[in-house]
Structure formats: structure tokens, C-alpha cells
């Protein structure tokens, strides 16, 4: 049962998932919140360190490694959406940005600048923390040394996208950096290359969530993708829009 949202901007609630001793920077100018959150997430195994504003984010993150941000998009002084691209010019560590509810705007700029999530204010506790934990997984999934890992590969054109290490190869050898959400989408569409995937099926596949007709974040993702390809020496064509439908991987694709 979910409870009731309270007036600080999260509800109440429960959840079982352990964090394993993850460090989790939660970004937020509310003290109340902060407070809430940082409790609860500690509840659930996880180390966490608040910060208040950009000054106190870069002090944390100068001292210590962060596995996970929380960022707000309204912040005081330096905005979330700077924050994250400086976040982005650094590291490809992962990003849940928490925006004005309703507010298309932020959620697409916050995909166009990188960050892996989205969470509108004001939010379940519960539902928080499962958005953490599958950025988490799809960030760093298993490790090679884990039992179940098992390393497949995909190539296209002198291209190679490893699942195991999570890499996107370009044909000069140059790894290309993806954000955790780039490299679903894109897992996605090489597991289905010359077929035609609709908006949902992507986002249900690769963020594992519904959307709504006037979400427009996986056009957005697939935007930040082909850039990264093409910036890459990819070709353009590689991801066709299908107009009115979605899109299609138009390589073929051979599984190793």
C-alpha cells in the first residue's frame, strides 16, 4: 500500500532492497528532504552523503568516490542541469535528476545532458529507490567474477558492443562512452537489428517503465546516441526513424 504524498515533496513508505553499502550523494536545498531521504536510503543499506548546493556537491565528490548521484534540478547558486554536465565532463557516474512534477522540459533536458533518470517531485520513497537500484544495475551489472556472468558480444560494421564490460567499441578500437540509459537503448536495438521497435517497446525494454503518448525522452535518447556514434565515425543511417512508429537498427548484426 502507498501512502499518502506529504507537503516536503516524498511519502512515507517501506522497501526491502538492500544497497550493499553503495555511496549515494543526495543533492537537495531542502533540509527536510535531505533529511527524509537520506534516512531512509541508509535504512536500505546504502552510504549516503547530502549536500545542500554545487559548492557542497564538489567537496563531497573531491573527498570521496560517490557510486550515484540525486541531484535536484532547482538548486540555489549553480543549477542540476549544470551540475550534471559537469558531472558528465568528469566521470560517467550515474545520475537521478528530481524535477518539478509534470514538467516535460527538465526530464528531456536532464536526458539531452546525460543523466540516467528522472523523479518528479513530489515522489514515494519506494518508488526512489527502485529507480536507484535499476540505474545501478544497468550502470555496472555484473562483474566478471560474479556467479552468472557471462560475457556475450555484438558486432556491426567493425563495431563491437560488449555486455559483459558494458562497452561500445568503434572500429578504430576507441571505447565510446555511454550513460547507463545509452547503452540499454542501444542493447535494445542490436538484440532486434532490421526490426522495426515502437517508442513504448524501447522504453519499456530499455528504462523498464511505462510512458505516456506526450513523453518524448526516447526521442531524446536516441538523439544523444547517434550523435555519440556519429561523433564516432559512425554512419548516420545506422538507427532509421520509422516515422509514426519508432525506430529500427538497420545493420546487420552477428552475435559472438
Known amino acids: 500500500m502507498i501512502s499518502s504524498q506529504t507537503n516536503n515533496g516524498i511519502a512515507p513508505g517501506a522497501a526491502s532492497e538492500p544497497g550493499s553499502g553503495v555511496h549515494i550523494l543526495l543533492v537537495d536545498d531542502d533540509g527536510q528532504i535531505r533529511q527524509l531521504v537520506a534516512k531512509f536510503l541508509r535504512a536500505n543499506g546504502f552510504k549516503v552523503s547530502a ?89 555496472f551489472g555484473p562483474r566478471e567474477s560474479e556467479p552468472g556472468a557471462r560475457s556475450r558480444k555484438y558486432a556491426f560494421e567493425g563495431w563491437t558492443l560488449d555486455t559483459l564490460r558494458r562497452d561500445l567499441i568503434n572500429p578504430e578500437g576507441v571505447i565510446i562512452e555511454l550513460t547507463s540509459g545509452d547503452y540499454d537503448l542501444l542493447l535494445t536495438l542490436v538484440e532486434a537489428p532490421q526490426r522495426v521497435l515502437t517508442r513504448e517497446h524501447l522504453l519499456d525494454a530499455a528504462r523498464n517503465r511505462t510512458t505516456t503518448g506526450f513523453d518524448r525522452s526516447i526521442d531524446v535518447q536516441i538523439s544523444r546516441l547517434r550523435k555519440k556514434i556519429d561523433e564516432a565515425g559512425g554512419a548516420h543511417s545506422i538507427i532509421k526513424t520509422v516515422r509514426g512508429v519508432g525506430y529500427m537498427f538497420s545493420r546487420s548484426v552477428r552475435r559472438e
Not at 72 to 89: H, K, T, Y
Not at 105 to 110: C, E, L, P
Request: aromatic share 4%; glycine share 6%.
Open 51 to 139: 549536500a545542500r548546493d554545487g559548492y557542497e556537491m564538489r567537496e563531497v565528490v573531491a573527498h570521496t568516490t560517490v557510486d550515484l548521484v540525486i541531484l535536484d534540478v532547482m538548486l540555489p547558486g549553480i543549477s542540476g542541469f549544470d551540475l550534471c554536465r559537469e558531472i558528465r565532463a568528469q566521470s560517467q557516474t550515474p545520475v537521478v535528476m528530481l524535477t518539478a512534477k509534470g514538467d516535460e522540459t527538465d526530464r528531456i533536458v536532464g536526458l539531452e545532458i546525460g543523466a540516467d533518470d528522472y523523479l518528479a517531485k513530489p515522489f514515494n520513497p519506494r518508488e526512489l529507490l527502485a529507480r536507484i537500484n535499476a540505474v545501478l544495475r544497468r550502470s
